[in-house]
């Protein structure tokens, strides 16, 4: 029995690394099964109910104990990407999501593939280097990273399953076609690169470039860069969950304000940097802001004294990517006015951080442990410090 295990993006590229996949598996053992995972069940399942000697285990969302079980093996491991942007186009024209939720899937897959990239023996196969490369290179690639042997007659059938037409004169190397050129046979959502689908707005594509872009080097070895969740992202929980489009009211009783957005990061440790402007005078009002996955991971108090631009960070650990991060900003008090004109989140990699950071919390912010449900705004000695 073999198993080939490929994780990727959604897109063009991982559609049609798994058709070869397929293709080179069928050539060798006759039938295989291909099977999409999350969970380690699921994989025991698609084990135990197999038909075929090989199976193809994919994921754009493998969850943290599958990650865990799969790294504890040296076998290879394929991984397709391609451009976050042309990843986002493919996955709204196969689903019809334009808007956040699929930014927010885009998220999940980025961080979720992440937790496999220190595995010793990946391929990662990226469309912004295969476009031009003709596929019988590729299929060679494959084959020799998975340790496999296909006969001169055998690639040529895989490479008529890719799209080659060897018919007519004898075949020769000038008509196996590129990368593109077969994806574009066998991908019925196939786009090619750098195509701006009309249907996804400016607006969610710039939210896309913030939110996705620094996170493309999460499943290479590459440094990540900073993220930002930008105000649109944010949910306003005095309306029914609807986007926030200008500032932010306060008046009323003390309440939560703002949640969200819902997006996922890589594990490991991060720092989020809070940025708000307050236009109009809030006299000593306390704001509290949260960080949940399925649990609480970090809480800040936060008291400024005057009206102007205010930062606040607070520290906190990812360890299961596949959870949803929110953000929660309270209100302590009552307030029969003021408003927040602006409001963002940076998220800082550890490794990107210099020495000291983490420390440097200036006198804007007190940074508590995380507190469960309970201990929430029940400790009379956690006392906010004062914005200057």
Not at 138 to 150: M, P
Not at 221 to 242: C, E, M, S, Y
Not at 250 to 255: C, E, N, S, T, Y
Not at 273 to 281: L, Q, T
Request: glycine share 6%; charged share 20%.
């Amino acid at each position: 029995m073999t198993l080939f295990v490929a994780f990727g993006l959604p897109g063009t590229m991982f559609s049609w690394g798994t058709a070869a996949l397929e293709a080179i598996a069928c050539e060798i053992y006759g039938d295989c099964n291909t099977v999409k995972v999350e969970t380690l069940p699921q994989l025991q399942d698609a084990w135990r109910n197999r038909t075929s000697e090989a199976m193809i285990i994919t994921s754009h969302y493998p969850d943290q104990e599958l990650c865990a079980f799969l790294m504890r093996s040296k076998a290879p491991y394929l991984v397709f990407t391609e451009n976050v942007m042309d990843s986002l186009n493919w996955l709204a024209k196969t689903t019809g999501t334009t808007d956040i939720p699929l930014v927010r899937a885009m998220s999940a897959s980025l961080a979720c593939i992440s937790q496999i990239r220190t595995h010793p023996s990946i391929l990662a196969v990226q469309r912004q280097k295969m476009g031009p490369v003709q596929i019988h290179r590729i299929l060679g690639h494959f084959c020799r990273t998975l340790g496999i042997n296909l006969s001169k007659e055998g690639i040529i059938r895989c490479l008529e399953k890719l799209g080659t037409d060897f018919s007519g004169p004898a075949p020769d190397l000038s008509r196996i076609p590129t990368f593109e050129v077969s994806a574009k046979k066998l991908d019925p959502h196939y786009l090619p690169p750098g195509t701006e689908l009309k249907a996804i707005s400016p607006e969610i594509r710039a939210i896309a470039l913030d939110v996705l872009r620094p996170l493309d080097g999460s499943i290479m070895r590459t440094p990540i860069t900073n993220v930002t969740w930008p105000l649109q992202t944010f949910l306003l929980a005095d309306k029914a969950g609807a986007n926030i489009v200008s500032e932010i009211k306060l008046v009323g009783r003390a309440r939560c304000v703002v949640y969200g957005p819902y997006f996922h990061l890589p594990p490991g440790e991060w720092t989020a940097r809070f940025s708000m402007r307050i236009d109009n005078e809030i006299y000593g009002q306390i704001f509290t802001i949260e960080i949940h996955n399925s649990e609480l991971l970090s809480k800040i108090r936060i008291r400024p004294s005057q009206t102007g631009s205010f930062v606040a960070q607070a520290q906190f650990q990812i360890e299961r990517a596949k959870e949803p991060i929110e953000v929660r900003l309270f209100t302590e008090s009552g307030a029969i006015e003021g408003s927040i004109a602006h409001w963002s989140v940076e998220l800082i990699p550890e490794e990107s951080l210099p020495a000291q950071r983490f420390g440097d919390t200036g006198n804007y912010f007190e940074n508590e442990r995380a507190l469960s449900p309970s201990e929430r705004f029940k400790s009379k000695e956690n006392q906010p410090a004062d914005a200057q």
